[in-house]
């Protein structure tokens, strides 16, 4: 074959390839990049994805100093997927679950994020509390072997859940003996966090984050516009609600679609738990999505504010201001938060309501 005709087949493999990852993550995510650009148009140009933290996840970066900073980036998703696994042993956390209420050691990385688990824990009332994770092991979502748990079962199993029982001594940390702690919630949030750092760092100004539905953008696009970024519809799987145009944050979302099973009672059971109860969190709510500057934050609130359904998020949402929501309810409602109301576009026929400060 003649050597032009093997970089023809290789540029068109390398296109399919892409394509094919684009549909998979499309297909895993709640929100999707609506105007895909060609990734070789130029040398400047980096691209990759990887599949970590049981999701596929996609960085491109826009620069001189592209290559390095992708390649630091992918070092750093597989460093702290490394310090976060609840399943991995070796793990921070698997350390800290199997210590058996004695101190643990653990990273910078996994202290800081613990500590912010804990805060937000603290703002939002307990919606959010990353010691939950046996209850999710009980319904089966770590498994996905699916059951709807004994009353019994799940009140034995929520006496241990209390984040406030987390001791937290800068990187020495324990929990009383039959807790654990899962950082699901927040991880991938924290991790966009660390990629956008490198970035920084390495002078990149135009970049694109999607870790499995999470996404971080810096700056604009090359030519000046907007990210585009579609809002999953909870109710179509292959529609959207909404079009973000943004610039310098990240957009996170939690649904009831994203796992869930039916049970033999033919009602539908999401992972999105109530720590009160252990019960799939169910108040009205069918998606939160958060926007805001820190991905960790934006990673978290996205869960604790479903949990904390419409009324509680909003009064959340005055009193800090620092982010910005929208959210969907089982009666096909859309309220936004009025600093988008200029950045959305609804393509979907729901109303629409403007939360005001």
């Not at 949990?307 to 089982?330: C, H, K, P």
Request: contains cysteine; hydrophobic residues 40%; proline residues 2%.
């Amino acid at each position: 074959m003649k050597k032009t005709n093997i970089v023809l087949f290789l540029n068109i493999y390398r296109i399919i390839r892409m394509c094919c990852l684009y549909l998979v993550i499309s297909m895993c995510c709640s929100c999707s990049i609506t105007d895909i650009e060609h990734i070789m148009k130029n040398d400047n140009i980096v691209e990759r994805s990887i599949f970590a933290m049981d999701t596929y996840m996609n960085i491109r970066a826009y620069g001189k100093q592209a290559k390095t900073a992708v390649s630091l980036a992918c070092d750093k998703i597989e460093e702290l997927e490394q310090l976060f696994s609840v399943t991995e042993e070796g793990s921070d956390i698997f350390r800290v679950n199997q210590a058996d209420g004695k101190k643990t050691e653990i990273s910078k990385d996994t202290a800081n994020i613990i500590n912010k688990a804990i805060q937000i824990g603290e703002e939002t009332n307990g919606a959010l509390d990353i010691t939950l994770y046996p209850v999710l092991k009980e319904w089966g979502f770590t498994t996905e072997e699916y059951q709807i748990p004994e009353k019994e079962r799940l009140q034995l199993l929520l006496n241990n859940v209390d984040y406030r029982q987390i001791q937290l001594q800068e990187t020495q940390i324990s929990i009383p003996k039959g807790a654990e702690i899962d950082l699901g919630a927040l991880a991938k949030g924290y991790t966009s966090d660390q990629i956008i750092e490198i970035f920084k760092e390495n002078g990149i100004e135009s970049a694109l984050i999607n870790l499995g539905g999470n996404v971080h953008t810096i700056g604009t696009k090359p030519d000046g516009s907007l990210w585009k970024i579609g809002v999953r519809d909870p109710f179509e799987s292959s529609g959207e609600i909404c079009i973000l145009s943004i610039t310098d944050c990240a957009v996170i979302t939690s649904g009831t679609y994203e796992r869930y099973f039916i049970g033999a009672d033919g009602k539908r059971y999401w992972h999105i738990l109530n720590p009160t109860d252990g019960q799939p969190a169910e108040n009205g709510l069918v998606s939160v999505t958060i926007i805001g500057k820190e991905g960790l934050r934006c990673d978290a609130l996205s869960t604790a504010l479903f949990v904390s359904g419409l009324d509680n998020a909003i009064m959340y949402w005055r009193d800090y201001q620092d982010f910005e929501m929208i959210l969907v309810t089982e009666d096909k409602r859309i309220y936004i938060t009025e600093g988008i109301e200029e950045h959305i576009r609804n393509v979907s026929k729901m109303d629409m309501e403007i939360i005001n400060k």
